[in-house]
Structures are given as C-alpha cells and as structure tokens.
C-alpha cells in the first residue's frame, strides 16, 4: 500500500485514458447562452461540455476541462439519467443508464417554447428498455431547465423503482496547485428535503456566483446517491460524483436494506400510454450568503432553524418557514421524537414554530403545504449537554480506560475503542490508531482531556494525571526534545524482529506503510501531533490554575511550561509541516493568552516571534491552506487565529471566505455547519473508504474562527448559523452511552456512525473551546438564542445558559463577550433600552470557591466595569453557598 504522499504523486489518470472514447466530441458541440449560463453540449450526446456564468469567462462548473480523459463508457455527465424499471413480467429491477453504453442520441426537432436541444435517448439504452426516454434542454422563465420524458409505449405498466440524475460538476482537485483549485474548483452539498430540497455547488474560495440546483415540476429530492461505479480516480484530491434521487425503492429495497434512509423511499407507475415528467432547473445566486435570498426569489421554501437541526433534549428551538403557501400539516417521525407548537416572528410573512426535542436519535419533520408541497426537515436530538459532555468523560476513563501490563508502554491511558466489537483496540495495522498518536490514535486520550475543561470531574482528572505524567510525559525520561513531552508519530509500532512472538495478531495485514517501525514510530517531524500534547499539558495547567484540589501531582507552573516546550518544539523539530495552518492551532494562541497573563513576558515573547513568522509566511500566499493532503480544510482554523492577532485582515477575511464555501448551512443535521472531509475515514475510521463525512472534526474546528467573526460582526446573522451548526455538530454523534465515534457516514447504503473513535478528539476540541451562548435579536424572526433558553418580560431579554460548560456568554446587540476561567452561568438578563446586563452564577462547589470572570467589548461602547479585584486580567467574583447575581451596563 502506498504512502499519502507517494499516492498523491502518481497519476491514476492514466488508465481511465486507456478506455475508449464513445462521446464522439469530433463532431463538435452546440453552445447556447441563457440569462446566467454559457452552455455547451457535446452534439453526440448533449451531455454538457461547459457550463459557464455569464457574468464570467473561464471558470466552469462542470470539469469541462477533462471531457477528453473522461469520454468512456461509464463515465457520467451532466444531462445522464440511472433508472430501475420493473414490469409485472420482471422479478427483479433492471438498471438502465445512459451513461454505461453510449452511442449517439437522436436530435429531435421541438415547437416548444423555450427549447435549446431535445434527444431521444434510445440508442444508448438497451433496446428492451420499457420507456422511451427523451431529454430536453430548455429555458423557462429565464431559466436552465433539464427535463425528462419517460413514456410508457407498451400494453404493460412500468414501475420506476429509480431514478437519477446525476450531477457532474468539477469537484476534481487532481493535479491543482492551491491558488488553481480555489479558483477552477467547486465543492457542493445537498438539501435532501424532497420538494423543498436543493444542491448548492460553491467554489472553494467562497466566491460567487453560487450555483443552485433546483426541482422542476414535481422532481424532490429524496435521496443522494454516491456514483461509486463511474470510473473516475477517487482519493484524497477527488470525493466522487452523486446523483439526485427523485425514487428511491429499489436502492431500499436492494443496497440501502440495513440503513435507514433520510426520506421515505418512493416509485411510481407508469400505465401503457402515460408520459411522466421529471427535470432540475440551474440558478446562480450572486453569493453564498445570499442562497436564501434567490430561493425565496425562485417561490421556494426556505427554513431556518434556530439554534440548528441539533436538539439537545429539553432546550427550546425554533423554527421558521418562509413560503408563499400556508403549512396544511405536520408530521414527526418517529412519533413523540419532537414536539412542534406554533410560535411567534415579529415578520408576520414567516410561519414560526416552537420545537422541542424529545426522544434521542434522529428524527424528520415532513411538512406539507395547502398547495402541496412537501418538505421534510431532518433533525438530531441528543442528550442535554450537560449529560451528553458527562457520559462523554466516563465512557473515555472507564471503557476506553487502558491499564494493563503492555510491552509498547501505552498503560495508562485512553485508548482508541471499537463500539461495534464494543473492546479496545490495542492492534491496527494502521499502527497509530493503537498508538495514541497522531489524529486517530490520540483522539480518544485527547478528547477526555479537554472534557476536563469543559466540566472538570475529580476522579476523572486523577487517573488523567497518570497519563500525562506517566505515559505521555514520563514514559520515555531519558530522551530528549519534543518526544519528553510525549510527541512521537506512534507509541505502538511494527517490530517483529524486537518483539516477542505472539504479540502481533496475525489477522492483521502488516505489510502496509502504515506498519511504521519503531524508528518510523519514534519520528517526531509531524507537526499535527504537537497541538494534541501542547492542550493536554494546557488543560492539566487551566485545572490546576484556577480550581482547588483537582491536580495533585504537579503545580500550575510545571503543566503551563510543559505546553509551552511542546509548542515551541513544534517550529524547530517539525518545520516543514509547521509553515501550515495546524488541526487545534488555537490552542497555541490560548496559550500564549495565558502566559501574557501570567506574567511569562518573556516565554510569551518567544512564543509570539515564531508564530508571528508563521503568520508573514500565510500572508504572502494567496490561499495558505495547504497541509501534507493536497487540499484541506483544518489549517484554516489556525491560520485565521494568528491571521486576526497579527493584523492581517484581508489574510483572515480569505479564510473566513473559503470556509464558508466548504460549510453549509441548511435544514439537515448532517450537513448543517458540516464542514467538508472525505479521506479520514482511510486513516482514523473503522469503515475505511472516501466518502463526504458528517461532522467529522472539521466541524468543531472551523467553527472556532466562524464563530470568532461573528462576535466582531454580530449583525451578521449567517456566521453565527454557520458557527452554531459546526459547534453542535461537533457533538451530534455522540451515543446514549458516551461513544464519541469519528465521524458519520454519509452513504446511503450506511446512514450510521463509524465503528471507532478514530480522530473524533479534535471534534470535541472545538466545542470544548468554543461552547458559548448567543444571545441576538433579527428583524425578521425576533430575540433568539443559541445555547439557552430564551424568554422577554417587560422588554428584558433572559436566558437560561444550557450549554455543558456554561462559562461563555455573548451579547450580540451588546458586542459584549463573557467568559468564565472557573465559575459556571445560571442566567444572563438583558435591558436593550438601558444597556444593563445582569448575570447569576452557580454557587461554590468542593473545587470553586471563586469565579473568574473575564469582560471583552468586540464593538464599540462604553462598559462601566465591575467593583471587583481582578487577577491575571479577570474580575475575581467570590463564590458562597448561594447563586450570586452582578450587574453592569454596556452603551
């Protein structure tokens, strides 16, 4: 098996050109202009050729530039259609595509009003198919428009048991240099909600023109199928191709029996003589930020969801409806899995919703409008997040909990899980993943030790203790550098020839690279792994700093110098890697915070140099979000840290700009603040395959700095969506016992979490460090809360923090931003008309006799400061035996 980096050097292209080519583009192409497109056709086939804005040359959104590579049989392009077809003669569904054999299809001459091109498809069917299939390309109401006719010329009836069009646009990255693939590229995301749904392809700068496939005629989204037989190279530069299900039963029925699918799988009949009509219809919306508006303009339905489609049990959501017909009825599904009661907008053109989530696991809200629309919404809902964040830390110390003799000195610590075998893994051929290291294999040691600072639990923290004293910080005493402090690529490693016989499982395919030798496992030049060992030395350093009595083996000044030799080390051991932006680099600028506020002037000097000289590096590139993958989507979250601190504004409004051409937001859990990763499951996952993974741990990461914008910008309400949904996807696959799986599978065929903890560590760093409760007020849908619960009395606004660690509050009308270093909130109330903010804190407990509030103004005003002593830039708040309530005001 080949390295990351001697697979990405090979070109896999190769064969595919082998094949031969049955497009025919010899015979040349038609093109046509509509009001937003340049489209091209290849006259054989009138598949498209190019797909171009008007408004713009040279950027295309189909990969136009490799026709020629991908003219084969198999190979599909926009214009294609998959169908399973069934009469009552058949036993089984029969596959018919266009794409599989192709041969030219016959140009028909069309009256109708608005027609580019029409074709008989026949000749590139099988000659028994039971349907005459004819395509039009047309324009209506301005419009691109892709409209199939089937029609049934037998005596028999026809069951459509599927259908698909695939949807072909230039998600290849194969061969492109950064600054090319955010400019020639597009990613794109789904909105499975049958008619309401929709595909929204953004080019990977977060430029616009944003591109929007739509529902013709009666066409819904019901699934979204990965193209797994269409040849083209998939890897880590290439996700794969998908098509839009209209039907969906013989997948069900066939592939997809053991999963449970997003919508209810549907067919239709068609009768001897019937013609049936299904088409997509392509718009560009100026921005992404602007995806809403042109669906309004287009009369679709638009929902937004507050704080998300993630509930956690008990909090109250909202939900509001934008479209020009009234809600009829709802259903949820499974029964009592939400309630759902009508609320209040202050734009009395929104239908606005309570919702509650009630019964853990997913569930799907199908709403049904007087004229006939149905949209289904599907929905999360897990435990509240106190229970969740507290199940979390006592599955890590308890089940994942490794302390047995081990030759590989692993014991004690946390170790990677297989939920499915429900045991511990202590063998992978991917050695890291039983080696505490790297991302898959330090995810599990590294989420338990951020839950501490999240919701500290004494027992918890002493066998942590052991860890990272013993295991990750004292187990190899007598060598030097980064690896004292525990960075190494893998504790276990392949040594057949040092390691005594039987100790390798012989089940297990060690002739991989990913067996590394003990030499290989002892190499400390990957710079990914320094974030993971500096925040486990900066947790035990916040514990032991500002609570009493949780760690005992060491003080705070041990634990804080500890995190900063890691990061330090990091710049002179791992160089190469360290020039890009780091998975959890934000932990670095939180430590820096700390050491400033700790009086290390000059620790914190050293510190601030070389991620200063890292910062000049991103800024002299144009898009500096590389890594050792050839794209990514983690280094963006450090890269805008040290972006914003250092002052290179246009270097952190870029990132913001391509995150939020990879981050969705839309009325699906799944893909909600999703941020886009295909590859980790080859490296971190139990299900090892590319595949679009719902809130793996770019989620949580890339919230921080979505999140982080928005408080500098807190009348821009889609950041704060964006943020919110990454942050509570972040914890949305969490089970009811506490797993913290690495992602979930966003095939159809699987629909569930993976089988191991894999990498899902950072997932929970994000939230850990970014948990908050938003507190804002829209013109349109009124005062909301994210992370609260929300009630107005009298014109003050009070929230109920929800939230699992309760220490973080922003005020967005305000530009007012409270943290807690050690305290937790109870409420916060607001007086718009005053400016007056007043904030209840929980009482002492055994480890917090005091709280450390700290008070930051993100936009201009006046604050009149608390009558309190402070400490290390917080105001020092004594706790007692009952909740304590401060006041201030803010202009």
């Known amino acids: 098996m080949l390295s990351v980096q001697q697979a990405f050097a090979q070109d896999p292209w190769k064969n595919l050109e082998k094949k031969p080519s049955t497009l025919h583009l010899e015979q040349g192409y038609s093109s046509f202009n509509t009001p937003a497109f340049r489209l091209k056709l290849v006259k054989a086939s009138q598949t498209v050729a190019v797909l171009e804005p008007i408004t713009e040359k040279d950027f295309d959104y189909t990969p136009g530039a490799r026709l020629a590579q991908r003219s084969g049989n198999g190979l599909y392009h926009l214009g294609d259609i998959n169908l399973r077809l069934k009469t009552a003669s058949d036993t089984a569904w029969v596959s018919y595509s266009s794409a599989a054999n192709r041969a030219d299809v016959t140009t028909l001459k069309s009256t109708e009003t608005g027609v580019l091109a029409a074709a008989d498809l026949a000749p590139t069917f099988p000659a028994n198919i039971p349907l005459k299939v004819q395509r039009y390309w047309k324009q209506v109401n301005g419009n691109l428009v892709l409209l199939f006719r089937l029609t049934n010329t037998g005596t028999k009836a026809v069951e459509i048991g599927s259908l698909g069009i695939p949807l072909i646009f230039n998600n290849i990255l194969q061969g492109e240099e950064l600054e090319q693939a955010h400019a020639r590229n597009v990613f794109y995301d789904p909105y499975i909600g049958r008619d309401a749904g929709y595909l929204q392809a953004t080019r990977l700068s977060g430029k616009g023109p944003a591109l929007l496939v739509l529902p013709y005629g009666h066409s819904p989204f019901e699934a979204y199928n990965p193209l797994l037989n269409d040849p083209t190279p998939k890897g880590i530069d290439f996700e794969g191709f998908h098509e839009w299900m209209i039907h969906s039963k013989a997948y069900a029925e066939n592939e997809w029996k053991k999963a449970e699918p997003w919508n209810k799988p549907t067919s239709a009949v068609v009768q001897p003589g019937q013609t049936v009509e299904y088409g997509l219809q392509f718009v560009l919306s100026p921005t992404i930020r602007g995806i809403e508006q042109k669906l309004i303009e287009q009369h679709r339905p638009v929902a937004v969801g507050i704080p998300g489609y993630v509930l956690p049990q008990g909090t109250n959501a909202q939900l509001f409806l934008n479209y020009g017909s009234k809600v009829k009825s709802i259903q949820v599904e499974p029964a009592g899995a939400l ?33 006939g629309l149905c949209q289904t919404i599907s929905y999360k809902v897990i435990k509240p997040e106190r229970e969740l964040v507290k199940d979390f830390g006592h599955f890590l110390t308890n089940q994942q909990w490794f302390d047995k003799p081990d030759t590989f000195h692993r014991n004690p610590s946390v170790i990677t899980y297989d939920y499915d075998k429900k045991q511990q893994v202590t063998q992978d051929s991917r050695v890291w993943i039983a080696g505490l290291s790297d991302e898959g294999g330090a995810g599990s040691w590294l989420g338990a030790m951020i839950k501490q600072l999240v919701q ?9 203790q052991q860890f990272v004293d013993h295991t990750l910080f004292g187990n190899i005493q007598h060598a030097d550098g980064p690896q ?7 504790v276990f490693y392949y040594q057949p020839d040092s390691i005594p016989k039987g100790i390798y499982s012989d089940s297990l395919n060690w002739k991989t690279w990913a067996a590394w030798s003990h030499k290989d496992a002892n190499d400390v030049g990957r710079s990914y792994n320094y974030p993971h060992v500096t925040a486990a030395h900066w947790v035990m350093y916040r514990l032991a ?20 030799e890691t990061a330090m080390a990091m710049v002179k051991q791992a160089p190469y890697y360290a020039q890009f932006g780091q998975m959890e680099g934000t932990v670095f600028f939180l430590l820096l915070m700390d050491l400033k506020a700790e009086g290390w002037s000059d620790k914190a000097a050293l510190l601030e140099t070389e991620m200063r000289k890292r910062a000049q590096h991103w800024d002299t590139l144009q898009y500096p979000f590389g890594s050792e993958m050839p794209w990514d989507s983690t280094g963006q979250e450090e890269v805008y840290a040290w972006s914003s601190y250092f002052g290179y504004n246009d270097k952190a409004s870029v990132t913001i700009n391509a995150i939020l051409g990879y981050m969705p937001t839309v009325p699906h859990w799944g893909y909600n603040g999703s941020a886009r990763r295909y590859w980790d499951f080859l490296y971190g996952g139990k299900l090892s395959r590319i595949e679009r993974q719902l809130h793996h741990y770019g989620s949580g990461l890339n919230a921080i700095p ?4 928005y408080r500098s910008h807190p009348t821009d309400l889609y950041l704060l969506r964006v943020g919110y949904g990454g942050l509570l996807g972040s914890v949305s696959n969490i089970t009811q016992d506490g797993f913290g799986p690495a992602a979930f599978h966003s095939y159809p065929s699987t629909l569930k979490i993976d089988g191991l903890s894999g990498d899902y560590g950072p997932n929970f760093f994000g939230y850990a460090v970014n948990s908050a409760t938003y507190i804002t007020h829209d013109k349109n849908m009124g005062w909301l809360a994210f992370g609260g619960d ?14 699992a660690s309760a220490q973080r509050v922003f005020i967005a009308p305000a530009g007012l931003w409270l943290t807690l270093d050690a305290g937790i909130f109870k409420t916060v109330a607001y007086n718009p008309a005053t400016g007056k903010v007043t904030i209840t804190l929980n009482a002492a407990d055994a480890s917090t006799s005091k709280a450390f509030l700290r008070i930051e103004k993100t936009i201009k005003g006046k604050l009149v400061k608390l009558k309190v002593a402070m400490e290390r830039g917080a105001y020092v708040v004594p706790l007692g035996p009952k909740a304590i309530e401060l006041s ?3 202009n």
């Open 545 to 564: 700093r500002n609570y009493t009595g949780l760690v005992t083996q060491n003080d705070w000044q041990f634990y804080l110098n500890n995190s900063y």
């Open 456 to 464: 500290p639990d004494k027992a918890e923290i002493a066998k942590l």
């Open 706 to 709: 979505v999140l982080t914008e």
């Open 339 to 371: 309630s759902i009661t009508p609320g209040l907008a202050e734009d009395k053109k929104l239908q606005a919703y309570r919702v509650k989530g009630l019964q853990w696991g997913r569930a799907r809200l199908t709403i049904t409008y007087a004229d």
């Open 790 to 803: 929300l009630s107005v009395e009298k014109g003050i606004v009070k929230v109920q923090v929800t939230t």
């Open 888 to 890: 201030m005001v803010v």
């Open 484 to 490: 004292k402090y525990g960075v190494k690529k893998s």
